[in-house]
Every structure is written in structure tokens, then in C-alpha cells.
């Protein structure tokens, strides 16, 4: 039986690789799949809570469901900014995007 | 039923290792290989946690839609992407700093507290409950039709921010 704090410090390593790849990478797109990684952290949290809280309320899952449709929505919103900033300024380097920098 | 804790440990090693070459390797197709790797080991674990649909889900969306999309951006974007220099900012030590500190912060709080066991039993048809949950009024019916206009919204919305034309004037 694995206990619910290896589930919990996975999560979090997985989330802090995804923190370190949104701080430190210089290429949009991989800002997103930073993103990505962490929302699937939380999405590890939310079920391993679901599963060794109360299995039979089916809360956990439900809002995992919810926080799928959130990355969905998130990635195609985000590649699409992506892809429009590229078209214009042809760029897609997190540092040259200043164009919103005071 | 005593396999899980090394299926566990396998599992996690290699999705936190593929997981670490999707935030250091240069080249962005390689990292978006990773990390379907990565997504990947998150779905065994989805099953290891009697969470089948999720798994399922895990696959179907994250893979098969997420993972993909961003390859299509990768190579839409590609010239750039092959720019010489690092692939990180000046800033990046500074980033693995915070990224350190939260792990550690977070990890020896999480280890500090006294969680629940596992409780026994079979978890039972969790497709069946959640299906009805996400249609029942009493439980998750608004926040499940809020996800769908939402992803309506962000269709459109992607479509109007991606849509050449008129824009770039």
C-alpha cells in the first residue's frame, strides 16, 4: 500500500518542475507545456485526495473532470496567443513579447 | 497488491525524469516528446489510484489533444525555435531557486502531517457515479455546464486571436 504522502510529494516535484520551467525557459511554447505540467500536478492532488478521503463521493473526481476542461481550454487559448504574436512579430521568445512592459 | 509501492516508484521515477528533460532539453520537439512521456506516467499513476476514467481522460485529452496542439506550435513556430543561444533566461537560476524552495518547503510540510490511510474496500463503478454526479442537479450539474460554455468561449476565442487578416494592421 502506498501512502498518500509519496502521491503528494510526487505531485509537488512535478509541480516544481513545471514552476522551474515557467520561471527559467525563454521560449513561449515551453512555457506552456510548463503550464501543462503543473496543472497535471494538481490534477494528481485532486484524485489522490478523492481516493484516500471518501472514494464513495465522487466530489474528487468531478472537480478533476473541471479542471480538465480548464487545461483544455488554457492550451488552445495559449497556442492560439502564441501563434498570433509569432504572425506579428516573429517571435515567439517570452522576452521580446514587451510590448504590455512599463 | 504488495507490487503497487514499486509499480509507484518506477512509475514516478521515470515521469519526474522525463518530466525534468521537458524543463532543461533545447530542442522543443524533444521536449514535447517528453512530455507525452510525462503525461503518460501520470495516467499509470491515475490507475495505480483506482481512477480509471481519469487515466482514460489523461490519455485522450492530455496526449492526444494538449501534447499534440503543442507540437503543431512547435513546428509552426519552428524557425525561431532553432535560434542558437540558451533556451533559458538570465533569470534561470533565480527560477530554480523558487522551484527548489517550494519543493522542499511544500515536501516537509506534507511529510510533517498525519494523513489518512487508505481506506478499504472497493471504490466501486466510479465512471457510473461520475457520470450521474456531473448531470445531477443536487451535485455538479452548473459547474459541468459552466465547463462546456467555457470551452465554447475559449474555442471562439482562439479562433478570433489565431484568425489572420484585418489583425495585423
Not at chain 1, 481550454?73 to 512599463?102: C, F, N, P
Not at chain 2, 514535447?32 to 495516467?43: H, I, P
Not at chain 2, 457520470?131 to 482562439?158: H, Q, T, W
Amino acid at each position: 500500500m502506498v501512502p498518500l504522502s509519496w502521491y503528494l510529494t510526487f505531485a509537488a516535484a512535478l509541480f516544481a518542475l513545471g514552476l522551474y520551467a515557467v520561471l527559467a525557459r525563454k521560449n513561449a511554447v515551453a512555457i506552456l507545456m510548463g503550464v501543462e505540467i503543473m496543472l497535471n500536478a494538481v490534477i494528481v492532488n485532486l484524485v489522490a485526495f478523492w481516493r484516500y478521503g471518501n472514494p464513495a463521493d465522487i466530489a474528487g473526481q468531478a472537480f478533476a473532470v473541471i479542471v480538465f476542461a480548464v487545461a483544455a481550454a488554457e492550451a488552445a487559448v495559449g497556442l492560439a496567443l502564441i501563434i498570433s504574436i509569432y504572425r506579428q512579430r516573429a517571435t515567439v521568445m517570452a522576452e521580446q513579447i514587451d510590448l504590455m512592459k512599463w | 497488491m504488495s507490487a503497487t509501492p514499486i509499480i509507484f516508484l518506477v512509475v514516478a521515477a521515470l515521469t519526474l525524469a522525463a518530466a525534468f528533460l521537458v524543463v532543461t532539453v533545447r530542442n522543443l520537439i524533444h521536449a514535447a516528446v517528453w512530455l507525452v512521456a510525462a503525461l503518460f506516467g501520470v495516467a499509470v499513476i491515475f490507475v495505480l489510484l483506482d481512477a480509471g476514467f481519469m487515466a482514460t481522460v489523461q490519455v485522450v485529452l492530455y496526449i492526444g489533444a494538449i501534447a499534440i496542439l503543442i507540437v503543431f506550435a512547435v513546428m509552426l513556430t519552428r524557425r525561431v525555435m532553432q535560434d542558437v543561444g540558451p533556451q533559458r533566461n538570465a533569470n534561470w537560476w533565480l527560477g530554480a531557486i523558487v522551484a527548489i524552495v517550494f519543493f522542499v518547503a511544500i515536501s516537509s510540510l506534507l511529510w510533517r502531517t498525519a494523513w489518512p490511510a487508505l481506506p478499504g474496500g472497493d471504490v466501486g463503478d466510479t465512471v457510473l457515479a461520475l457520470g450521474r454526479s456531473l448531470v445531477d442537479p443536487n451535485k455538479y450539474v452548473i459547474p459541468f455546464e459552466v465547463a462546456s460554455v467555457m470551452l465554447i468561449i475559449a474555442l471562439i476565442g482562439s479562433i478570433a486571436v489565431a484568425l489572420p487578416g484585418k489583425q495585423s494592421e
